[in-house]
């Protein structure tokens, strides 16, 4: 394993690990999920140019929207939930209550 491969498997790995076990507020979850897209993005796009690869060469920038709409859908949920519950910590959220 070459250390750029390290580098990204290990930046994926610590967003997952931050989403595991530190899940008190909302906005820390959100923050853990973009780490972990934007790893994923930097890794597809390093080998898309490490071997020169056109076939697809547009999946990265679709993951990238893709990672754009997640953040946005995410921060409209934690306004929805700061406006609704007052605060956006998850152990407040109650799924079955309307």
Known sequence: MTPLHFTFSAAFMLGLSGLA?????LL???????G???ALFIA???WMLQYGSTSFSS??????AFSA?????????????ARTHGSDRLQNLNLLQC
């Open 36 to 38: 972990m897209m934007l």
């Open 28 to 34: 820390s979850a959100l923050l853990c999920l973009e």
């Open 69 to 81: 709409c997640e953040a946005g859908m995410g921060l409209a949920l934690l306004v929805a939930t």
């Open 21 to 25: 076990f530190h899940r008190t507020h």
């Open 59 to 64: 999946s990265p920038l679709i993951l990238l």
């Open 44 to 46: 597809l796009s390093s």
